[in-house]
């Protein structure tokens, strides 16, 4: 199994509405839960907790990185991809030259709906480094209060102006740029 690090993301505020506070902390956690979980990242547990200027966001034992996957690339099917000799037509070739493979290294798979060539490849999961700035940057936009205000000239809305985010994953400082 991998490493795992201990996430931490605190939003900092102006004073938002009392009432805002509960529901925006149950989905900072739903959120969170649901963006990990489909970016492949496992963890122990999320918690969140929130004042009148942040919210923060605990996520327990975060994966460093996506696991590797096998993906199933499905090409031409066999009646189009051998000519009558069992040679491999222009259609298998160009299929295995776009994935950068030889002909030769393209397996054959039953389907429902025949017989069709296929290129089995792992896929390298990425580092949770590298995903976390987008997702988290995505999580914070997918915040919805009951009213929501702009601020200087940016599009971003929020409760409240955000005055400061901070973002570690371990010791390890993930930059996020909003607004």
Known sequence: KGMSKNLILEIGTEE???RFINPAVKLLKNLAEKKL??????FKEVK???TLR???L???ELAEKQPDREEEVLGPPKKVGLDEKGNFTKAVIGFAKKLGVPPE???LKETPRGTYFCYKRV???KKAEEILPQLLKDLISDLHFPKTMRWGDYEFRFARP???IMCLLGEKVIPIEIA
Request: glycine residues 8%.
């Open 58 to 60: 605990f996520v327990k």
């Open 162 to 164: 955000i005055r400061w």
């Open 105 to 107: 290294e393209l397996e």
């Open 37 to 42: 979980k489909d970016a492949l990242l496992s």
């Open 123 to 125: 896929v390298k999961g």
């Open 16 to 18: 938002l509405p009392a």
């Open 48 to 50: 969140t907790a929130g």
């Open 54 to 56: 942040r919210l923060t």
